[in-house]
């Protein structure tokens, strides 16, 4: 309908012009002095044009006013200013909508950009807070060991330091790995069989889960799915690894895998800490904590959950749900095909 219509109204146009110029030779035909055929058409077409130039002036204005208005937003864009409001000036367009609709993607573009430019700035926040503590830590205890004399308090203080530089290479590490994940474009998949993969996670934390006395109840099923295997073992390295750290010594954590090939679901729960309802919605967000004073060397950096929502979100047939109750413990919920 609309090419119909930009056709119709060509078409007029053109008419409207053929017609003025025709009305034109008609009126200098009638004037009181005779001029010579060339003379003729050269005052007519010098009188149509002057027309066609001034009823252009008369109805450019809306044109103007938009471009102006477009020029002027994108200036305060490019100098870093997005709060860009072109209410005013789609009131004044309304009747054109395709204009006004133009310059509503403009005012999206412009919060969208300003979205972008809160995330940078909190994302330069907490780093700058995430590499200052340990930094700090790291300047103190080296001035203590310079001044100890005992060989065990020394010893202790270089081992905290040592601790310290292990932190900012993990965080380091977790930054560089997120950077990774969002360049990707195309995963390196082949088939990865999950009852292995789920063994293997659990051999991994053997230690730890030894450490803290934790039985880790492990129930699988033979099935196979295609998939980046180094992506995929990292998502039950960062769950298993927080289901440990936020579970009290002597209780249990269950990791189950059901289901076959075409649809199946991995369940990890743990009878931890858990989360509050209300923090939920918040937890892959990048550095977020859910309780301020977990901010020990222990606790992570919080990147944790963002590396492991990025590679499922990579791997786009599969689904992350969590659920969890304070004090109560937590359950993610890994499903293929949202099983």
């Known amino acids: 309908m609309k090419k119909i219509r930009k056709t119709i109204e060509f078409l007029l146009v053109l008419v409207g012009i053929v017609l003025l110029f025709l009305l034109v030779v008609y009126v200098i035909n009638l004037l009181p002095f005779k001029l010579e055929w060339w003379g003729i058409s050269v005052l007519s077409i010098l009188v149509w044009l002057g027309l066609i130039m001034g009823i252009g002036l008369l109805f450019s204005g809306p044109e103007r006013f938009f471009f102006n208005s477009l020029t002027k937003s994108l200036f305060e864009m490019?100098?870093?200013?997005?709060?860009?409001?072109?209410?005013?000036?789609?009131?004044?367009?309304?009747?054109?909508?395709?204009?006004?609709?133009?310059?509503?993607?403009?005012?999206?573009?412009?919060?969208?950009l300003a979205e972008m430019e809160k995330l940078k700035q909190s994302f330069i926040s907490n780093v700058s807070h995430e590499i200052r503590s340990p930094l700090t830590s790291i300047s103190g205890f080296a001035q203590l060991a310079q001044r100890e004399e005992n060989p065990e308090r020394r010893a202790y203080y270089l081992e905290t330091i040592r601790s310290e530089c292990m932190r900012l290479s993990n965080l380091s590490d977790s930054l560089l790995k997120l950077t990774e994940l969002e360049g990707t474009a195309v995963l390196s998949k082949s088939d990865i069989d999950l009852d292995d993969l789920l063994e293997k996670v659990k051999l991994g934390f053997s230690v730890q889960l030894s450490e803290k006395k934790i039985n880790l109840k492990l129930t699988t099923e033979p099935i196979s799915y295609k998939g980046d295997p180094i992506l995929f073992y990292q998502i039950w390295q960062n769950l298993l690894g927080?289901?440990?750290?936020?579970?009290?010594?002597?209780?249990?954590i269950k990791l189950s895998l059901t289901g076959k090939a075409d649809s199946w679901k991995i369940i990890l729960e743990d009878y931890g800490q858990g989360i509050p309802t209300e923090k939920l919605p918040y937890i892959f967000e990048r550095f977020y904590k859910v309780d301020d004073a977990r901010n020990s060397d222990t606790e992570g950096s919080g990147l944790g959950l963002s590396i492991v929502k990025e590679i499922v979100t990579l791997h786009d047939n599969l689904e992350l749900d969590v659920k969890s109750e304070e004090t109560k413990g937590t359950v993610f919920t890994l499903s293929y095909p949202n099983c």
């Open 78 to 112: 490019g100098r870093g200013n997005f709060n860009i409001d072109l209410s005013s000036e789609k009131k004044k367009m309304a009747r054109y909508g395709e204009w006004v609709e133009f310059l509503d993607q403009i005012e999206e573009t412009s919060d969208n």
């Open 242 to 252: 927080n289901a440990i750290k936020f579970s009290a010594p002597d209780s249990e």
